[in-house]
């Protein structure tokens, strides 16, 4: 069976694997049912693998959820069914798998990035929505597959089932890496410095949806990731009656609205593009009392690193003033960060050779422009460092909402895409290599 015929025995898999992630969203670092799931079939494809601190670096994580949100999805992953034995390895949102087939033969070392978190989403109830109509909507009200990280995991066991079956024809190395809390760039940096990255050839990665484009289609690089700092910011003042003793109080709603208002005012820069963004404000407890407290969650980005950093401290300058102006205590905690990035100019070339016979792609396209954040760039940063060849591909499809929505869903034959991409890509590079 060549490559592409193992892609289409794949299908129903692929579609089936996809649903199931899909109905069991969880977010970043309380992955612990997929990342149990995942687990158990790559052993059972005899890949060895490596969870916990074996897997990453616990002091390296950003944003980890507080102990309550940890130990609720702890509990809801028993109710699933997920062992203790499992449990007790990644306890304290330790989530994410990686997995290592060596061929024991010589050759390069290949590696692969899968992000599988979920979003903080209420999914559609609509009966449009494809998820509702064919019976796959999350069960997890509230949280939702909203950026097609469910297709990313299923990929991911794609090309694991392929590196099972044709490894007496491979050589070298391969790790997969299942990224938790790749949402707001806080999982990355925690697999990179556990060393998975120092000694790769040849690093791939990728994103379903981006551009409402036919199923088929294939990006060969991406361009513009924008470096991106993720804020949670604390606001404590002083309660007092707004009617009775209104200058006895120190309003920290004022203090954050000032903030949420001028972090806007911060002036473009004429080295590139940046972006600003105040995505959730909370505060105070009622309409005839001065807010004690405040909470914002923020982000800044900058289409390179330079300009990140630019946006970094004209924020934290006008979060800070906006405190000190209302004469409130200002904290402000670093949750996650992406770096810029750039993927090689070589895979230009050797992605369309690689796959001239795949069925499953009706048209290569050079780039497209991500125009968003991914902590991937820590991992392409670190293959291209240590000489290796890395880049990041778009599956295109056609998607009735944007990504980040309720609504959002992706059309299922690019998964097909993406196996038969990464598959015929290992294979090539495995000729290249031996020949």
Request: net charge negative.
């Amino acid at each position: 069976m060549d490559v592409n015929q193992f892609t289409e025995s794949l299908s129903t898999y692929l579609q089936e694997k996809r649903r199931l992630f899909h109905q069991t969203p969880e977010l970043g670092f309380t992955e612990y049912v997929t990342s149990y799931r995942v687990m158990e079939e790559l052993e059972a494809l005899g890949f060895t693998t490596y969870v916990g601190t074996d897997a990453l670096v616990p002091g390296e994580r950003y944003g980890v959820p507080s102990q309550v949100e940890i130990d609720e999805a702890e509990e809801r992953a028993r109710e699933y069914g997920v062992p203790e034995s499992f449990l007790k390895q990644v306890k304290g949102g330790l989530t994410g798998v990686v997995a290592v087939l060596d061929t024991g033969r010589t050759g390069p070392h290949t590696a692969m990035r899968f992000d599988i978190d979920a979003l903080p989403i209420l999914e559609s109830d609509d009966q449009h929505h494809l998820p509702v109509r064919e019976g796959f909507r999350s069960k997890q009200e509230g949280r939702m597959h909203a950026c097609g990280h469910d297709g990313h995991t299923t990929i991911g066991l794609g090309v694991a089932r392929f590196l099972h079956d044709y490894q007496n024809e491979l050589n070298g190395r391969y790790t997969l890496l299942f990224q938790p809390a790749e949402e707001g760039g806080r999982g990355a940096k925690s697999m990179v410095a556990k060393g998975w990255l120092d000694d790769v050839d040849y690093f791939l990665s990728g994103h379903l949806g981006i551009g409402d484009q036919a199923a088929g289609h294939v990006a060969m690089t991406s361009t513009r990731f924008l470096a991106s700092a993720k804020f949670d910011v604390h606001y404590q003042g002083k309660s007092a009656h707004a009617g009775v003793e209104p200058n006895a109080g120190k309003n920290a709603l004022l203090a954050a609205a000032s903030a949420s208002v001028n972090l806007n005012a911060i002036p473009r820069h004429k080295d590139g593009a940046t972006r600003v963004n105040v995505g959730r404000l909370d505060a105070g407890s009622g309409r005839n009392v001065i807010a004690e407290e405040a909470r914002m969650e923020m982000e800044i980005r900058g289409e390179t690193t330079e300009l990140n950093q630019y946006m970094m401290e004209q924020a934290k300058r006008i979060l800070q003033a906006s405190g000190d102006m209302y004469d409130v205590e200002t904290t402000i905690d670093f949750m996650g960060e992406a770096l810029n990035g750039v993927c090689d100019q070589e895979w230009l070339t050797i992605l369309p050779e690689a796959n001239k016979d795949n069925p499953f792609i009706t048209n290569f396209l050079d780039t497209i422009e991500l125009g968003a954040s991914e902590d991937v760039t820590f991992m392409m940063n670190r293959v291209q460092e240590n000489g290796g060849k890395a880049t990041f591909m778009i599956f295109p499809s056609s998607i009735p909402y944007g990504h980040h929505h309720p609504g959002f869903d992706f059309d299922e034959y690019s998964l097909k895409t993406a196996v038969s991409t990464f598959a015929n890509t290992i294979q090539y590079l495995n000729n290249q290599e031996t020949m």
